[in-house]
């Protein structure tokens, strides 16, 4: 079993950077890919970034790529989700999933096992 918790969202302008937070409670964490989804009010949720366990292989929706970088921090079993230049349309609560099972695909939300709380992240103008 492993315990996920998001940090880091806030209220922030449009323009501005957060970096997200997610701790996990096993030394193990470093072994699981892990994913940052979001929801946003009324919408499905979806994908914004993965790691690998190796933290050498990521990926990024199209809507993030090159605004925000995925970052893992084996020694302090954190995965981090550095967020720039962000957008109105980046409002949504942010959940980070872990998953031991290898796919070559990170994008699918069912292909996780554990999920966080989720954290807010609001935009504005």
């Known amino acids: 079993q492993v315990h996920l918790v998001e940090s880091g969202g806030g209220l922030v302008q449009a323009g501005d950077s957060l970096r997200l937070s997610c701790s996990a409670s096993?030394?193990?964490?470093?072994?699981?890919?892990t994913g940052w989804f979001r929801q946003a009010p009324g919408k499905e949720r979806e994908f914004v970034s993965a790691i690998a366990p190796s933290g050498l292989v990521t990926y990024y929706s199209d809507s993030v790529r090159g605004r925000f970088t995925i970052s893992r921090d084996k020694g302090n079993n954190t995965v981090y989700l550095q967020m720039n230049s962000l957008k109105i349309e980046d409002t949504a609560v942010y959940y980070c999933a872990a998953t031991a099972v290898w796919y070559s695909d990170y994008s699918h939300s069912g292909r996780y096992n554990y999920w966080g709380q989720g954290t807010q992240v609001t935009v504005t103008s």
């Open positions: 096993r030394r193990a964490f470093s072994t699981y890919a």
